[in-house]
Every structure is written in C-alpha cells, then in structure tokens.
C-alpha cells in the first residue's frame, strides 16, 4: 500500500517539476538530464545498498536516514514551490522576469530565495519561435 501511494505522488512530481521550472527551449535537455540522474541514482540504490547492509548491518538505515535529513534540508533550501502559482508567476520566479500584470508574490514553505530581477537570456542556438511555427502552420482560428 505504501509503495503504491508513494509512487502515485512523487514519480510524477520529479517530471512535472522539472518540466515546470524550465524553459521551453531548454526543457527537452533538462528532461534528459533529470532521467540520467534519476537512473544513476536508482543504480547506485540497487549495487550499493544491498553490499553496504551486508556490510556494517542494521547501522545502514541510520546513514540511510542521514541522507534523507540531508536531501531535506537541500529541497528547504534550494527547491522554490510553485504551489498555486501560474505558468507566467513560475516562469517570473525562474527567469527573474516581472510577470505581467498585477501578480501578487505568494509566499513559500521553502526557504528558497526568489531570483532577483534580471532580463532574460536569449540563446541564440535555441530560438524560442513557437508562436512563428504556429502562425505559419496555415490553421485559421475561425474555421
């Protein structure tokens, strides 16, 4: 029963997040990324776990819950929420962008700082043209 809780919240939280804090033209490379380490992670679990309880026995789950401690207190530090936030206020908080209109600051259960305000970096390699693409795809909106 836990596991099935377990991975109905949290593996598709670890995508959504990424694909939520990245930017349109980078988030394909985040993507791959995020699964590369997840997948070195979930290899490091399956080699080293097995050896190191045969090794040290019943004190593994106390460096097992040291770990957990440190992983905690990374995400308290450095995850922003984006709890009940819209795409542009996600977008702000990442890009450092003023997002449009009147949006209101929520606060955050973290402790991460928002980035300051700074203007957006444009790269050249990777035009963001969405909006060309979809303009020029010959769809007419009144059809």
């Given at each position: ?17 990424t ?55 990374i ?12 795409l ?22 973290t ?17 963001d ?15």
């Amino acid at each position: 029963m836990f596991f099935f809780f377990y991975d109905l919240a949290y593996t598709p939280m670890v995508i959504s997040y990424t694909l939520e804090i990245l930017p349109y033209n980078i988030r394909a490379r985040g993507l791959a990324i995020m699964n590369f380490t997840a997948y070195l992670s979930n290899a490091f679990n399956v080699f080293v776990n097995p050896w190191a309880l045969g090794a040290i026995g019943w004190k593994y789950y106390l460096v097992f819950c040291g770990w957990l401690v440190v992983e905690l207190v990374i995400v308290m530090l450095f995850i922003v929420e984006t709890k009940d936030r819209t795409l542009e206020e996600t977008a702000a908080l990442f890009d450092g962008v003023k997002p449009p209109g009147n949006t209101e600051w929520k606060d955050s259960l973290t402790f991460a700082r928002t980035p300051q305000p700074r203007s957006p970096r444009v790269d050249k390699d990777f035009r963001d043209n969405y909006f060309e693409l979809h303009e020029s795809s010959g769809v007419s909106e009144t059809q």
